[in-house]
């Protein structure tokens, strides 16, 4: 119980729609439970610059170059899926992970729907005055999904200046998907004259 109070008044978490969670999972990784995700602090210097070697990394890269940035825990990128009406994480920043770690699917998950829906950014939870999460969507002619950034010791932005990064890293976002969708058939009608 001292933990838990000696986080909440460090500010190491913040009160959002399923802080329990937020506070059961940094709880957990302080004591080791292997079912809690990993609370690490985020890195303080960026990660190595490698050339994408594939279309595959490059969203992770961007993704990476955006959480190092914001000093952030982790960025993702949710693809929406029309078929089924759901956003899904397609990339994330957290290097050799299957999934992303950071993400509070209980008390976010929410606010990333609602910018989608919304067709605006929002911010969730707060650390001494700076939001734990920023959001947007990414759009062109058509949604293409959201991008999300976090942190548990807050984006150490203001509000203000978090949402006009936040629509130029989607509008950056939506612009390399775009060229990604249309360099695949070209590559293909190559490979045939290749042939």
Known sequence: MNTLLTMLASGAIGAIGGAAVTVRGALCAKIGSDDAPAVRPASRFPSPARMPTSDSDIMPQFL???????????????????????????????????????FDMIGWGPLVRWAAEEDRPHFGGDVNGSPMIAIAPVRSDRLHGVITVASF???????????????????????????????????????????
Request: glycine share 4%.
């Open 153 to 195: 010791r807050g984006l150490l932005l203001d509000r203000d200046f978090a949402r006009g990064w936040i629509e130029r890293f989607a509008s950056q976002v939506a612009s390399l998907l775009s060229l990604l969708e249309r360099a695949a058939p070209c590559s293909t009608a190559l490979d045939r004259l290749d042939a």
């Open 64 to 102: 990476r170059d955006m959480r190092d940035l914001w000093d952030a825990d982790e960025s993702i990128f949710w693809r929406w899926d029309a078929d089924r009406q759901v956003l899904v994480p397609d990339s994330w920043s957290t290097e050799g992970e299957p999934r992303p770690l950071f």
